[in-house]
């Protein structure tokens, strides 16, 4: 079995800055992509940013120079950097990880519990 868990989330002013965590445990033999999601109230949940497993990133267009991705594949976790918050960046953010529990498994993603973000004066 495989458990994500999101850590980092929080009430800050707009311009501030949150770093988000989400570190996988459990049954792991390998960490393919990693990804974050934001769900804002009556929107549907969407793509922030995504890393893969050779460090090639990918950022929505709102998230572009403001949000850095990371990962450290020792402690399996991911990292979402986010400065220069919006009140418009409030929302859920969920983080997605694909993950091989053995040599011969298929490749599955799983998903953390969302860590709520607010961007308020």
């Known amino acids: 079995q495989v458990q994500l868990v999101e850590s980092g989330g929080g009430l800050v002013q707009p311009g501030g800055s949150l770093r988000l965590s989400c570190a996988a445990s459990?049954?792991?033999?390998?960490?393919?992509?990693m990804r974050w999601y934001h769900h804002g109230a009556g929107k549907e949940r969407e793509l922030v940013a995504s890393?893969?497993?050779?460090?090639?990133?990918h950022y929505a267009d709102s998230a572009k120079g403001r949000f850095t991705i990371s990962r450290d594949n020792d402690k399996n976790t991911v990292y979402l950097e986010m400065n220069s918050l919006k009140p418009e960046d409030t929302a859920v953010y969920y983080c997605?990880?694909?993950?091989?529990?053995?040599?011969?498994?298929?490749?599955?993603?799983?998903w953390g519990q969302g860590t709520q973000v607010t961007v308020s004066s």
């Open positions: 997605n990880v694909f993950i091989k529990s053995s040599k011969n498994s298929p490749l599955r993603g799983y």
């Open positions: 459990g049954s792991i033999f390998s960490v393919n992509t």
């Open positions: 890393i893969d497993s050779d460090g090639s990133t």
